[in-house]
């Protein structure tokens, strides 16, 4: 089993502090230079266990996170989290989220952190097994089955689920593939397979260990 089972009534919670803490000694730019509204150049990290992508600037300083879930797009920041909604039609949510952070920064309004401190702080995956849901999904029948349901498809798909539990069909779920090293955020829904057909073989970025070998070893991908 990857899943422990939820014992009823619950509290949920968030999963971790949702605010990025900035050491004493560093300083927003605008505090020195008040009135530059110039954007900084900035690029998108690669998504922690969590799922939430860091946007940095500069010297590797971490302006804010970035995540989705149930199709709005936040972000965590020093001043704690918010929700930006759904990205416009086209537009990837990760693309509106770092531009928001952006301007934020520019305006002085945020701060950075070392991604280096960033890193250190992230959990590391679970040596046991996973709880059933995610801590931001309520506990109730509808979750629970669905939960369920989808653990059985992760292990006859030769998936492992590394941290949370279930976080819905269509949220960020980082995963470990067990036919090679790849881990990383996919969707549910994807891994299933969409309207009637089957899901594909390539799994994940990099092809895994090849088509051929993927539909060979699991019968699901057939």
Not at 31 to 53: K, N, Q
Not at 183 to 198: D, I, T, V
């Given at each position: 089993?990857?899943?422990?089972?939820?014992?009823?009534?619950?509290?949920?919670?968030?999963?971790?502090?949702?605010?990025?803490?900035?050491?004493?000694?560093?300083?927003?730019?605008?505090?020195?230079?008040?009135?530059?509204?110039?954007?900084?150049?900035?690029?998108?990290g690669a998504p922690d266990i969590h799922c939430r992508y860091p946007v940095i600037v500069g010297d590797d300083q971490v302006i804010g996170r970035a995540y989705r879930w149930h199709r709005?797009?936040?972000?965590?920041?020093?001043?704690?989290?918010?929700?930006?909604?759904?990205?416009?039609?086209?537009?990837?949510?990760?693309?509106?989220?770092?531009?928001?952070?952006?301007?934020?920064?520019?305006?002085?309004?945020?701060?950075?952190?070392?991604?280096?401190?960033?890193?250190?702080?992230?959990?590391?995956?679970?040596?046991?097994?996973?709880?059933?849901?995610?801590?931001?999904?309520?506990?109730?029948?509808?979750?629970?089955?669905?939960?369920?349901?989808?653990?059985?498809?992760?292990?006859?798909?030769?998936?492992?689920?590394?941290?949370?539990?279930?976080?819905?069909?269509?949220?960020?779920?980082?995963?470990?593939?067990?036919?090679?090293?790849?881990?990383?955020?996919?969707?549910?829904?994807?891994?299933?397979?969409?309207?009637?057909?089957?899901?594909?073989?390539?799994?994940?970025?990099?092809?895994?260990?090849?088509?051929?070998?993927?539909?060979?070893?699991?019968?699901?991908?057939?």
């Amino acid at each position: 089993m990857t899943t422990q089972l939820l014992e009823r009534p619950m509290t949920v919670t968030d999963d971790e502090p949702g605010k990025l803490t900035v050491p004493a000694q560093l300083e927003h730019p605008a505090a020195c230079a008040e009135g530059t509204t110039a954007l900084p150049t900035y690029r998108v990290g690669a998504p922690d266990i969590h799922c939430r992508y860091p946007v940095i600037v500069g010297d590797d300083q971490v302006i804010g996170r970035a995540y989705r879930w149930h199709r709005d797009w936040l972000v965590l920041t020093t001043s704690g989290e918010r929700n930006l909604r759904r990205p416009p039609k086209g537009t990837p949510g990760t693309d509106m989220a770092a531009a928001h952070l952006a301007k934020e920064y520019a305006a002085g309004r945020i701060g950075a952190v070392p991604l280096d401190q960033v890193l250190a702080e992230a959990p590391t995956p679970l040596c046991g097994p996973v709880p059933l849901l995610h801590p931001r999904m309520p506990v109730n029948d509808r979750n629970i089955e669905s939960a369920q349901t989808a653990f059985a498809g992760l292990a006859a798909h030769h998936w492992r689920a590394v941290l949370t539990g279930f976080p819905g069909s269509d949220n960020h779920w980082y995963l470990s593939c067990e036919l090679c090293p790849w881990e990383g955020p996919k969707f549910w829904s994807h891994l299933r397979g969409r309207n009637g057909q089957a899901p594909s073989a390539r799994r994940h970025k990099g092809g895994c260990i090849g088509e051929d070998k993927v539909r060979r070893l699991i019968p699901a991908y057939h």
